[in-house]
């Protein structure tokens, strides 16, 4: 088990960086970098998308190997070989990607990648979950299945896992990107508990909220270099934002911001007389698994208007985003799309066609391939459009769209023909968005849209998609983030605990209503 020994806590840092660096080629990616992080100190790591947040994660958790500098665990220097290894030293760390399997309990997770037969005691590794969660005030079951856990269930799930080492160091890589209001109040009174026990917390986030609610230290990296390290409470939102865009804590100038910082107001509500682009009656969904995901599901969505489903991963909306995107058909009731019918011809190829655009909530897997260049993976989408052409491929044009994508999302990259790959997490976002909305499209199924991407490029995308909406798209757009919804949302559906709330007008509930339906109350 980690320390928990409050008497054993020393002014010796649980981990220091001196002087880091790391270069992929020309590109710096992290510049002669300074932090230390105390026993029982909960560090907010911020940023701007490719800033190099995930460079330092990668070399703490020995996923990669810095070129220079040191990197010290309780004083001693070390040189951090894999993720193995740095766990080993009490460097735990829990991804934004979970690498769970869902036919296991929560207790077998536990014990996974454990040598030696005798650990496999069923009645030892619930006694041991239900310790460590009941230490940090954390509620699981032990004999839950990883599979019937939502998003904030399976985090739950990595942060054990760490903790069931001796951590002392625990990373955490956007924790509350995923999670409702509820949930987020949840893992901070973990964090909370965390720090209590002396276990120090590295947390990098893009949201400026965690950083006041739970953190005692704010970090600011600007390409590549640490530009502030501060107390939380010397430091104001406005600080941080300045820092992050131009690297220094003066107010940064009206210039260097981007259109998105200014939320214009709506133009006009849709036109009752708006022709209604989706129309779902009925709906009920699978999961792959087989279990029911949604049921008795129905909602309109008219042109120029955009209708927010809300609710915390795992509650039926993949599976209805990929059912209107015609990846799989419905279980029972109706979909219809631009005059297309799920009763009739209904493929990705079909809507596509029709001018359906979808931006998937899981990049990786769903958005991008990773070894293709940024200009190959701008093609995806628009191969059945054959916007590039028939038997030819019209690769100048596809390279022009990149070019002007990149110039128009500030994507941070070398050029059209550097592997997508390479990217920081929030610019491989944009360059899918900037795909996804290129041809302007009817329907735009977006789900998480702003999921990693920093707070000047979410006001640039919100406004791009006010933009697409005001052309008269019709838009779902698939969100856990309150702000993001009442930011953009006309109406709202929130799936939860197996059924659905409203869709009810924006102007006819609030954010705690819509939180309270999020986390399953009625
Ligand atoms: N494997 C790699 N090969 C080449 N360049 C890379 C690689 N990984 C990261 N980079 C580059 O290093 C820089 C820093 O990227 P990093 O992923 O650390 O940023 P980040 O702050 O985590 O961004 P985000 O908020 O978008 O996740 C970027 O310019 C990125 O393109």
């Known amino acids: 088990m980690m320390q928990t020994n409050h008497a054993a806590h020393t002014t010796v840092p649980v981990l220091e960086l001196a002087h880091l660096s790391k270069s992929y080629g020309e590109v710096r990616a992290v510049a002669g970098l300074s932090l230390s992080l105390n026993p029982g100190e909960v560090v907010a790591l911020l940023g701007e998308n490719g800033a ?125 990107a995923v999670l409702s209001p509820e949930d987020v109040a949840r893992l901070f009174d973990v964090v909370r508990a965390l720090r209590a026990d002396g276990v120090a917390i590295l947390m990098v986030t893009h949201r400026l909220a965690d950083v006041f609610a739970v953190c005692d230290r704010a970090a600011v990296m600007h390409s590549g270099q640490l ?102 058909l419905p279980d029972g009731g109706t979909a219809e799309i631009c005059n297309c019918s799920s009763d009739g011809p209904w493929s990705p190829r079909v809507l596509r066609h029709a001018g359906v655009a979808h931006v998937p909530d899981d990049r990786r897997r769903q958005a991008i391939i990773s070894d293709l260049s940024l200009g190959a993976n701008m093609i995806l989408s628009h191969v059945f459009s ?47 968005l900037a795909r996804e909305l290129l041809a302007g499209p009817k329907v735009i199924l977006a789900a998480h849209p702003s999921r990693g991407l920093d707070i000047r490029t979410i006001g640039a995308v919100q406004n791009i998609l006010r933009q697409q909406r005001d052309a008269g798209a019709a838009i779902l757009l698939v969100s856990a983030d309150l702000d993001e919804i009442r930011a953009l949302a006309d109406r709202v559906v929130v799936l939860a605990a197996g059924g659905a709330f409203g869709p009810v007008d924006m102007a006819q509930t609030d954010t705690a209503q819509i939180g309270a339906w999020m986390a399953g109350h009625t």
Not at 82 to 91: C, H, V
Not at 250 to 255: K, L, N, P, Y
Not at 391 to 420: K, V
């Open 52 to 176: 190099g947040k995930s460079t330092v994660v990668n070399m703490i958790t020995g996923m990669t190997r810095p070129n220079s500098g040191q990197i010290r665990v309780r004083g001693k220097e070390v040189l951090i070989a894999s993720p193995r290894d740095a766990l080993d030293r009490g460097i735990g760390v829990v991804h934004q990607h979970y690498a769970l399997v869902g036919d296991f309990t929560v207790a077998e997770t536990l014990a996974l990648g454990r040598a030696g037969p005798g650990r496999l005691n069923r009645q030892a590794l619930h006694a041991e979950v239900r310790r460590v969660a009941e230490r940090i005030g954390m509620q699981i079951e032990a004999g839950a299945l990883i599979g019937s856990l939502d998003v904030a269930g399976q985090q739950r799930v990595e942060i054990l896992k760490a903790l069931s080492r001796e951590v002392g160091l625990l990373v955490l890589d956007e924790p509350t």
């Open 386 to 432: 054959r916007r590039y052409g028939r038997a030819m491929l019209d690769w100048s044009r596809a390279r022009d769209d990149t070019s002007r994508a990149i110039d128009e999302y500030d994507i941070r990259t070398t050029g059209p023909d550097q592997p997508i790959g390479r990217l920081s997490g929030g610019n491989q976002q944009k360059l899918v």
């Open 227 to 328: 530009v502030c390290d501060l107390p939380v409470m010397d430091v104001t939102s406005e600080g941080l934002i300045s820092a992050m865009i131009s690297g220094s804590t003066d107010t940064v100038q009206e210039s260097e911001r981007m259109p998105g910082d200014v939320m214009p107001a709506r133009q006009a509500a849709p036109a009752n007389d708006a022709p209604t682009r989706v129309s779902v009656r009925d709906l009920a969904l699978r999961r792959a698994n087989g279990s029911q995901a949604v049921q008795g599901l129905s909602f309109d969505i008219r042109a120029g208007e955009i209708m927010a489903l809300a609710g915390v991963d795992g509650n039926g909306q993949s599976e209805l985003v990929q059912c209107l995107a015609g990846v799989n």
